[in-house]
């Protein structure tokens, strides 16, 4: 099976930098990605890491270390609307390729 | 806009009735996922779909079921509704079944069951 850990909550500043960390158990790691979302609302995908190191899109990064099972988003330059959940959802192998998710971050910015 | 379509967008019914929800793939892609969202248990795989057979099997209840058609929508059937089937359930599609692909989410039903 498959463990992934985050954490429940996190509040930030608007205009500040957060880093939303995740943590996983894998058979076969084949893949992580986080994807955001709204309350209510479908999830969006924002990054896809299989290689270790970072992946820059914008104002988000997602960084990969594969040896340690461990995967952080970056957020910088907070606006209000990134208040949302993180979704942490890796693939494995060992589960016939599918994606599980972690529980999701919440994120709060405050002006 | 994820080109990831769902209907009917919310559901209201009673225990012990069957539902059927929808769900339309993006243009060219093979593969349909279902997801069950509920407050307790964040996002949780049902089943995929890829060009009309079964090919995943997650924590789906026997009492649900779904399929994809030729035209490669996909339906899912829940029957013998209980309480604890409220939630969001989502649909997701991708172009193939391979493991880099990317699946992009439809808006979703939210299901009552009063």
Redesign the interface.
């Known amino acids: 099976g498959q463990n992934i850990d985050q954490p429940t909550e996190m509040t930030a500043t608007e205009g500040a930098i957060v880093q939303i960390n995740c943590t996983y158990q894998t058979s076969g790691f084949?893949?992580l990605?986080w994807?955001q979302q709204h309350a209510?609302?479908?999830?969006?995908?924002l990054s896809?890491n299989?290689l270790d190191g970072l992946e820059e899109k914008g104002r988000f990064s997602s960084f990969l270390s594969r040896s340690k099972g461990y995967s952080y988003l970056l957020l910088k330059e907070l606006q209000m609307k990134d208040s949302a959940s993180y979704?942490c959802?890796v693939?494995d192998?060992g589960a016939?390729?599918?994606?599980?998710?972690?529980?999701?971050t919440r994120l709060m910015v405050k002006p | 806009d994820s080109g990831v379509t769902q209907t009917p967008k919310h559901l209201i019914t009673a225990t012990g009735q069957r539902v059927t929800l929808r769900c339309s793939p993006r243009s060219g892609d093979l593969s349909v996922y279902w997801y069950q969202q509920s407050l307790d248990q964040g996002l949780q795989f049902l089943i995929q779909y890829y060009n009309g057979e079964e090919r995943a099997k997650g924590n789906i209840l026997e009492r649900f079921s779904a399929q994809q058609f030729p035209d490669l929508h996909s339906e899912l059937n829940l029957s013998s509704l209980e309480l604890g089937d409220s939630a969001l359930y989502f649909c997701a599609s991708a172009p193939g079944t391979s493991g880099q692909e990317t699946q992009y989410f439809g808006p979703g039903t939210r299901l009552l069951v009063l």
């Open positions: 084949n893949g990605f994807y209510g609302e479908a999830p969006t995908f896809y299989v979704l959802a693939r192998w016939g390729n599918m994606l599980t998710f972690g529980g999701g």
